[in-house]
C-alpha cells in the first residue's frame, strides 16, 4: 500500500513539472514578438519613430533629434542629412559650394577657402601706390583690394613717378642730360630761383616786399620764400609772381600799377591772386620775361619814368635840383647878358 502511494505521489510532481514547462515554452505572460501584445493583459504597446531637426529647410541636420509618436514641431522632419553647421541659414551646409562671403557655406571648417581673403595688395603706380588687403566682392564672386589709389600731380624732377604714369621725370623734366632742373628769374635789383623740391629762393633789393619774406629788407644771400609745391616764377621790376603746380598764382611786391591784381596795397608776403587751372599738360607756369634783356630794360626805363616824374617827396626834390634849379639859373644869366647890352 505504501508503494502505491509512493507512485501516485510521483506521478502528481511528474505532471505538474510537465505543466509548468510546457506553459512556459507556450510564452505565457509574456510578450509576444509577432503581434506586440501582453497575453496576460491584451494591450498594444506602440513604437515612436525619431525625427531630425531642419530649421532652414535645406535638407540637412546639425544633429539634433527628438524621439516622438506625432511631430514635435514645425522645425523637425522625419529624415535629413547629417552635417549642417549652421541650421538657421539654407544658403549654408555641405552641399553648397563655398564663396567669398566671410562664411563657411559648405560646412568644411574653411570660411573662404580658395580665395585669398587677407593677403597684402597694392592698387596705383609710382607716388599713387597705395598698400591693402583683399576683402570679399559685395556678390561673394571673388576679392577686390581694399586700398585706394593715391591722386596724381605734376611731373618735377625728383626721380619719382609724380604723375603715376608709370614714367619716371619724363618729358625732361630734369632738363639736359638728366641734371636738376631749376628755374632762375633775374629783375633788375632781386632774383628768384626754384629748386628742384619745388621751394622758392629769392635775395637782393626788397624796398617794396618783392622777395616776399614779410620784410623790406634786402637779402644778400638766399631766404625762403615758399617750402614746396612752386612750379615757376617771374619778376618784374618791384614785384614778384608765382605759380605753384595746383595751378594756383600768387604774387607779391610793388602794386603802385595794379600789378599785383589784388586790387589792394603791396605786400611782403606772397598773396593768392586766382587758378590757373592745371590742364590737361600739368601744371601751368609763367614764361620768364627776364631772359629777354631788351624786354626788361625797356620795363625798368618806363618804371624809371614814372618813379622819375611822380608826386612824391623824394620826386619833388628831384623836380627841384635838376629841373626848376637848373632853370632859374638860366633865366639869371639871360637876364644879366641882356642887362649888359643894354
Known sequence: MGTWKNFVGLSFLVVGIVVVFGLSSAGCGKKSSQTGKTEETGKTEEKCPVWFKDSDKDGYTDGTTKVACEK??????????????????????????EICDNKDNNCNGQPDEGFNVGQSCTVGVGECARTGQFVCKADGSGTECNAVA??????????????????????NVCGIAGGPRAKVSAGLWHTCAVKTDG??????????????DGTNTGRTTPVQIMSSGVSSVSLGLWHTCAVKTDGSLWCWGRNNHGQLGDGSAWKNTPVYIMNLGSGGGGAPSIR???????????QANI?????????????IVFYVLHLIFPAFI??????RRFFVRN
Open 72 to 97: 514635435p514641431s514645425d522645425e523637425y522632419v522625419s529624415s535629413a542629412t547629417g552635417g549642417d553647421c549652421d541650421d538657421n541659414d539654407p544658403n549654408i551646409n555641405p552641399g553648397k559650394a
Open 150 to 171: 593715391g591722386t596724381p600731380t605734376t611731373e618735377i624732377c625728383d626721380g619719382k613717378d609724380n604723375n603715376c604714369n608709370g614714367q619716371t621725370d619724363e618729358d
Open 199 to 212: 621751394s622758392l629762393w629769392c635775395w637782393g633789393s626788397n624796398g617794396y616786399g618783392q622777395l616776399g
Open 288 to 298: 620768364d620775361e627776364s631772359s629777354f634783356g631788351n624786354r626788361e630794360q625797356k
Open 303 to 315: 618804371e624809371q619814368k614814372h618813379t622819375r616824374y611822380g608826386c612824391s617827396s623824394a620826386n
Open 330 to 335: 638860366l633865366f639869371a644869366l639871360l637876364k
